[in-house]
């Protein structure tokens, strides 16, 4: 059996810099954030420059192994053409994490889809269906044998519902059917990986890595299971139950109908596709539950605070006719509005492991926070109480019998974190961003090595 994963994550966006370096080309992240002059990532941590160090940081922090995403810009051109500078990029942090014996953990999508691909629709234009399809193919030609783990997506519904419903990332539309039809065609492509990974022949497994939200109610009443019926395929099941059972929720695809979204882009076809080729396991990234009851009245309000402490409280989910979000006054809240509920892993993980029957593996989890890193230390006991409390309510799912087979930290370091800038800090070590970059670990990344150096053990049970 293979050794438990202890590790932490990035994505190459929020991370490497070099936006314009060694043939990449421009990401539609690199185009929104440039034309509307935000905080970008162009220089992020500038892990593309610093990677040997981060990766031995890690190793040395106890780690097992890295969780990190590639970037298609950097491997394709606008024609299709292999970028050979891109592709040694990634073999040598390939080679990096075999030196310091970790393993690679990889997400061959991480939201920075090509510029020019956007341009013609994006995720609304089937073709990107299809160069994804080709581009994972490149991926699994070059790299075959050097990669165990690796996933088609991250989270699916974030840069979908982000992008097309919520309107808070590029390109910043507010639609349901547009919504839909991206789903559809991020789901397909899905499917389309993992049978060219089979196709092909390609070493280890293949899964999909979601942005897992455990849906509760707040009372059993008819109307509030059915109310978390329609939360958990909004947040859940269309991307799980898609990728892990091969169906696409019928009660769900039959309510879109009835509110009026034609959803006739799905083809027989591409759902025998979706029905053939289903992963072999689930990365679940786990931030929060959501508490939801019935829906009461007016129209759809999606808000996410991106604003931090300036914006506390203003997040609001509301999808007319489906349900609500509450917030528990019982419960702690982050200054981004994310609920601190540990328990809701534990319960999380065992409702998949008995929904889906396949190894789970939690790719993300971790605490936004504003940190001061100017004098050379932080000492972040929330972050090292809040990584207990999710370490031990995997421990306690596994003793429940969930077969989970390892642990991302969001964040390895300090990076970008889309909307809500450099200032909300997740990392083990910090990057002082106004300091030449200077990489100072924290006191959780001391904390963690002892976690991951015991296998756990140092870890403060309690029961949840
Ligand atoms: C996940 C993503 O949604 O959560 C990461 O996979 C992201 O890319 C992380 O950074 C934390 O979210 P945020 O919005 O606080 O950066």
Same mark, same amino acid.
């Given at each position: 059996m293979n050794k438990f994963l202890w590790g932490s994550a990035t994505a190459s966006y929020q991370c490497e810099g070099a936006w314009q370096e060694d043939g990449k080309i421009e990401s539609m992240w690199d185009s929104y954030l440039h034309e509307k002059q =935000?905080?970008?990532?162009?220089i992020a941590s500038d892990h593309y420059h610093r990677y040997e160090e981060d990766i031995r940081m890690m190793k040395e922090g106890g780690q097992n192994a890295y969780r990190f995403s590639l970037s298609w810009c950097r491997i394709l051109d606008e024609n299709e053409k292999v970028n050979e500078k891109g592709i040694e990029f990634y073999k @040598?942090? +390939? !080679?990096?994490?075999?030196?310091?014996?970790?393993?690679?953990?990889?997400? =061959?999508y991480h939201w920075d889809l090509p510029q020019y691909l956007e341009a013609k629709g994006g995720w609304l234009n089937k073709e990107t269906v299809y160069a994804y399809e080709r581009y994972v193919k490149v991926v699994f030609e070059y790299f075959n044998g050097d990669i165990q783990y690796w996933t088609t997506f &991250? /989270?699916? !519904? *974030?840069? +979908?519902?982000?992008?097309? *419903?919520i309107g808070n990332y590029p390109p910043e539309k507010k639609d %349901? @059917?547009?919504?839909?039809?991206?789903?559809?065609h991020v789901m397909l492509s899905n499917a389309l990986a993992i049978r060219a990974f089979k196709e092909m022949k390609i070493s280890g497994q293949i899964g999909i890595v979601h942005s897992y939200t455990p849906i509760d109610g707040v009372d059993e009443s008819p109307a509030c299971l059915q109310a978390m019926r329609f939360a958990d395929n909004y947040c859940n099941n269309w991307v799980l139950d898609t990728a892990a059972l091969g169906q696409i929720p019928k009660d769900m695809v039959e309510k879109l109908s009835k509110e009026g979204v034609d959803m006739s882009f +799905?083809? /027989?076809?591409? /759902? &025998? +596709?979706?029905?053939?080729?289903v992963v072999d396991f689930l990365g679940l990234n786990y931030y929060a539950r959501a508490l939801v009851k019935p829906y009461t009245t007016g129209e759809t309000e999606l808000i996410v605070n991106n604003k931090g402490k300036a914006g506390k409280g203003t997040s609001k989910t509301i999808i007319k006719n489906w349900f609500e979000q509450v917030m528990d006054p019982n419960s702690e809240y982050t200054e981004w509005d994310t609920e601190i509920y540990p328990k809701?892993?534990?319960?999380?993980?065992?409702?998949?492991? =008995? %929904?889906?029957?396949v190894p789970l593996f939690v790719t993300e989890n971790g605490l936004g926070f504003y940190e001061d890193v100017s004098n050379g230390c932080v000492d972040d006991v929330y972050r090292i109480s809040f990584l207990n409390d999710h370490i031990n309510a995997i421990l306690n799912a596994k003793e429940l019998g969930a077969d989970v087979r390892g642990y991302f930290v969001w964040s390895s370091f300090d990076l970008y974190s889309w909307k809500n800038g450099c200032e909300k800090r997740y990392g083990l070590v910090a990057v002082d961003f106004d300091n030449n970059l200077v990489r100072i670990p924290k006191k959780s990344y001391f904390w963690y090595k002892e976690v991951c150096e015991s296998e756990g053990q140092s870890i403060v049970r309690k029961k949840l």
């Amino acid at each position: 059996m293979n050794k438990f994963l202890w590790g932490s994550a990035t994505a190459s966006y929020q991370c490497e810099g070099a936006w314009q370096e060694d043939g990449k080309i421009e990401s539609m992240w690199d185009s929104y954030l440039h034309e509307k002059q =935000l905080e970008n990532g162009d220089i992020a941590s500038d892990h593309y420059h610093r990677y040997e160090e981060d990766i031995r940081m890690m190793k040395e922090g106890g780690q097992n192994a890295y969780r990190f995403s590639l970037s298609w810009c950097r491997i394709l051109d606008e024609n299709e053409k292999v970028n050979e500078k891109g592709i040694e990029f990634y073999k @040598s942090i +390939i !080679r990096c994490c075999r030196k310091y014996g970790l393993e690679p953990f990889v997400t =061959l999508y991480h939201w920075d889809l090509p510029q020019y691909l956007e341009a013609k629709g994006g995720w609304l234009n089937k073709e990107t269906v299809y160069a994804y399809e080709r581009y994972v193919k490149v991926v699994f030609e070059y790299f075959n044998g050097d990669i165990q783990y690796w996933t088609t997506f &991250n /989270e699916p !519904r *974030w840069f +979908i519902f982000n992008g097309y *419903w919520i309107g808070n990332y590029p390109p910043e539309k507010k639609d %349901k @059917s547009l919504t839909a039809k991206g789903a559809y065609h991020v789901m397909l492509s899905n499917a389309l990986a993992i049978r060219a990974f089979k196709e092909m022949k390609i070493s280890g497994q293949i899964g999909i890595v979601h942005s897992y939200t455990p849906i509760d109610g707040v009372d059993e009443s008819p109307a509030c299971l059915q109310a978390m019926r329609f939360a958990d395929n909004y947040c859940n099941n269309w991307v799980l139950d898609t990728a892990a059972l091969g169906q696409i929720p019928k009660d769900m695809v039959e309510k879109l109908s009835k509110e009026g979204v034609d959803m006739s882009f +799905i083809l /027989e076809e591409d /759902e &025998n +596709i979706i029905k053939e080729n289903v992963v072999d396991f689930l990365g679940l990234n786990y931030y929060a539950r959501a508490l939801v009851k019935p829906y009461t009245t007016g129209e759809t309000e999606l808000i996410v605070n991106n604003k931090g402490k300036a914006g506390k409280g203003t997040s609001k989910t509301i999808i007319k006719n489906w349900f609500e979000q509450v917030m528990d006054p019982n419960s702690e809240y982050t200054e981004w509005d994310t609920e601190i509920y540990p328990k809701g892993l534990q319960d999380g993980l065992i409702r998949a492991h =008995l %929904k889906y029957k396949v190894p789970l593996f939690v790719t993300e989890n971790g605490l936004g926070f504003y940190e001061d890193v100017s004098n050379g230390c932080v000492d972040d006991v929330y972050r090292i109480s809040f990584l207990n409390d999710h370490i031990n309510a995997i421990l306690n799912a596994k003793e429940l019998g969930a077969d989970v087979r390892g642990y991302f930290v969001w964040s390895s370091f300090d990076l970008y974190s889309w909307k809500n800038g450099c200032e909300k800090r997740y990392g083990l070590v910090a990057v002082d961003f106004d300091n030449n970059l200077v990489r100072i670990p924290k006191k959780s990344y001391f904390w963690y090595k002892e976690v991951c150096e015991s296998e756990g053990q140092s870890i403060v049970r309690k029961k949840l």
